[in-house]
């Protein structure tokens, strides 16, 4: 086709050879990568945009989640005399189901669904103790109930120990998977991070927009239960996490934030 092309052109002039060319639809090899450079730009350009939003939506749903949740936890303290539900009661055997909050709460809820986080995988409802791994919006181990004080404390939680509830989170994103790799997303505990000089309820839990479970799985269980900013996460911890609040609003923190205590996110982790 090409040589024919050119058999044409010598003998027409330039304009015509051009006009003849455009008349036939012919592409040149030039000009199919030109348009292909220009789809791959477009799609560079538009992907990270689509990425951002749907990321956005998951958060948003993670935060819907979590804030009925909160909701939850609110009408069980109307049922037992502004106690909070422990998030361990370690009083009773691991065969019963309510050893774990989640399934304290259940009864105030009308899906399992709203206990797992859309952005996370491997994620689902912690329906007893030996699935107690795979959750994904932890509840604060700061409401444990432990008679030995190993992981806990001597006696429950109760609503007028939160002293500032709009600095105070309940909930967040957490770390899931199996339970046998050290996974404990049904909780986030803020005794094991770091602690504050200053003022010891602002010390942290760990958290980072990392999986600090991979990360740190030389440590036995008890020392891990992390948050984990999952949302936008970079690897530097700019990545997002999403608080509710003792007082039931919801906010995303920025995991340097939070690290950075009172020069960053200023919340009350330990309140007891």
């Known amino acids: 086709m ?3 092309i050119q058999n044409q052109c010598r003998n027409l002039s330039v304009a015509q050879c051009v006009n003849s060319s455009v008349k036939r639809g012919a592409f040149t090899l030039i000009e199919i990568l030109v ?5 791959a730009v477009l799609a560079a350009m538009l992907f990270p945009v689509v990425s951002q939003a749907r990321e956005r939506a998951r958060m948003t749903g993670c935060l819907s989640n979590a804030r009925q ?3 939850a936890v609110h009408a069980y303290t109307q049922d037992f005399d502004e ?3 422990p998030s361990t009661n370690y009083a009773i055997p691991a065969s019963v189901p309510e050893r774990i909050w989640t399934r304290l709460i259940q009864p105030y809820v009308r899906d399992t ?5 859309p952005s996370a995988s491997g994620s ?3 329906a007893d103790w030996s699935q107690r791994g795979v959750g994904s919006i932890g509840y604060t181990a700061a409401t444990a109930y432990d008679p030995e004080l190993r992981e806990g404390f001597s006696t429950p939680a109760i609503l007028p120990q939160i002293e500032e509830p709009a600095r105070t989170p309940l909930f967040g994103d957490t770390a899931s998977g199996p339970t046998a790799q ?3 997303g049904y909780v986030f505990d803020p005794y094991v991070g770091q602690s504050n000089p200053i003022d010891p309820r602002l010390g942290t839990p760990l958290v980072a927009d990392r999986d600090l479970v991979k990360e740190l799985n030389h440590l036995p269980p008890a020392q891990l239960k992390p948050l984990y900013a999952r949302h936008f996460a970079t690897g530097d911890n700019r990545g997002r996490v999403t608080l509710i609040l003792a007082d039931g609003h919801a906010r995303t ?3 340097s934030s939070i690290l950075a205590q009172e020069r960053g996110a200023n919340l009350l982790w330990r309140f007891r």
């Open 113 to 117: 669904g709203i206990f797992v986080c």
């Open 182 to 184: 050290k996974y404990r």
């Open 2 to 4: 090409q040589s024919l």
């Open 69 to 71: 949740l909160a909701l």
């Open 124 to 126: 689902g409802f912690p």
């Open 83 to 85: 106690a909070l539900p």
């Open 253 to 255: 923190f920025t995991a």
């Open 35 to 39: 348009v292909i450079a220009i789809i």
